[in-house]
């Protein structure tokens, strides 16, 4: 009898997070095939669970993926994780599952954590309708027509994002989605968990002020009638504010906001003396 592939997820912080069935199919498993074998290898000491393990990550999968399930075929019980969370969820997978679907092999899943479940239940945005997006293009151009594409989306928007393209990736959500409302949540469920709440002006404001560390989940509100959907200038009027609380010269900010929002220099220009004029006090 062919034997079964079991998803099993695996904490995405705190070790307790894992479910007590996932720790008795990982004791059982007559194979682990592991992300990163290392790193499972602390999960498993930390558990006293002795098993084999077998590297399966985004570089071998196409090879891994045949004699895994050739192992399969031949009656053995292996067990999927990934570094943290669900396996296939942003994490190698995918290639295992359909092959092992194409050869009849039984597939069962093991819940437990992911993160962009885990930012979506605490963000405080809609919940009963949301779209995962994964890692936005690290590219800024494929970046921006991915944000184009989903400018109009009315489900809240579930993006994952490394901390060095973080600032990027949020000033370009203000210019296309305009000042809507986002969580950033980070290191869900570690020591130094984190959520970030506000509009996009606002978290980036906090990013700014403190560079965040370690895996970042962020979800943005929807298109609807509780978002705010600001035109191009107003855009370019919020970032003019935020340049302008870093100190930065009217005529500095006319030349780096037209470049940034293909904008006539001379209309950023009228636009950031305005708005120096309103915040002057009247004497």
Same mark, same amino acid.
């Given at each position: ?11 995405? /912080?705190? *070790? &307790?997070? $894992? ?23 602390? @999960?498993?000491?930390?558990? /006293? ?11 071998? &999968? ?6 895994? !399930?050739?192992?399969?075929?031949? /009656?053995?019980? $292996? ?17 295992? !599952?359909?092959?092992?679907? %194409?050869?009849?092999?039984?597939? !069962? ?6 993160? @962009? ?11 009963? +309708? #949301?779209? #995962? ?5 690290? =590219?800024? /151009?494929?970046?921006?027509?991915? @944000? +184009? ?9 579930? #993006? ?15 210019? $296309? ?12 469920? =570690? $020591?130094?968990?984190?959520?970030? +709440?506000?509009?996009?002006?606002? !978290? ?21 009638? &509780? ?9 370019? =009027?919020?970032?003019?504010?935020? *340049? ?16 940034? #929002?293909?904008?006539? %220099?001379? &209309?950023?220009? +009228? ?13």
């Amino acid at each position: 009898m062919p034997g079964t592939l079991y998803i099993v997820a695996t904490p995405i /912080g705190n *070790l &307790e997070d $894992i479910t007590l069935r996932g720790l008795r199919i990982l004791k059982e498993a007559d194979l682990i095939a592991a992300e990163d074998t290392r790193h499972t290898k602390k @999960l498993l000491t930390h558990y /006293g669970i002795d098993r084999p393990l077998t590297s399966y990550h985004e570089h071998n &999968e196409k090879t891994k993926a045949h004699a895994l !399930v050739a192992r399969l075929e031949q /009656g053995e019980n $292996i067990a999927l994780v990934s570094d943290a969370g669900t396996p296939t969820i942003s994490d190698p997978g995918y290639r295992l !599952v359909t092959e092992a679907i %194409k050869a009849g092999i039984s597939i !069962v899943p093991i819940p437990g954590p992911s993160a @962009l479940t885990a930012v979506l239940s605490a963000s405080g945005l809609p919940t009963d +309708r #949301f779209v #995962f997006e994964s890692f936005l293009p690290a =590219k800024k /151009g494929e970046r921006r027509e991915r @944000l +184009r594409k989903l400018r109009e989306e009315t489900r809240t928007l579930i #993006f994952y994002e490394a901390p060095h393209r973080l600032l990027e990736s949020l000033a370009d959500l203000l210019e $296309i989605f305009g000042d809507r409302e986002a969580v950033l949540g980070r290191e869900i469920s =570690k $020591i130094y968990e984190e959520f970030i +709440r506000g509009r996009l002006s606002e !978290v980036i404001a906090q990013v700014e002020h403190k560079e965040p560390r370690g895996e970042v989940t962020l979800a943005v509100r929807g298109l609807g009638k &509780e978002a705010v959907a600001v035109s191009g200038e107003d855009a370019i =009027k919020t970032e003019i504010q935020r *340049l302008q609380r870093k100190g930065l010269r009217v005529k500095e900010i006319a030349e780096l906001l037209g470049e940034k #929002f293909s904008y006539s %220099k001379r &209309e950023v220009y +009228r636009l950031a003396l305005e708005s120096r004029v309103k915040k002057e006090p009247i004497s």
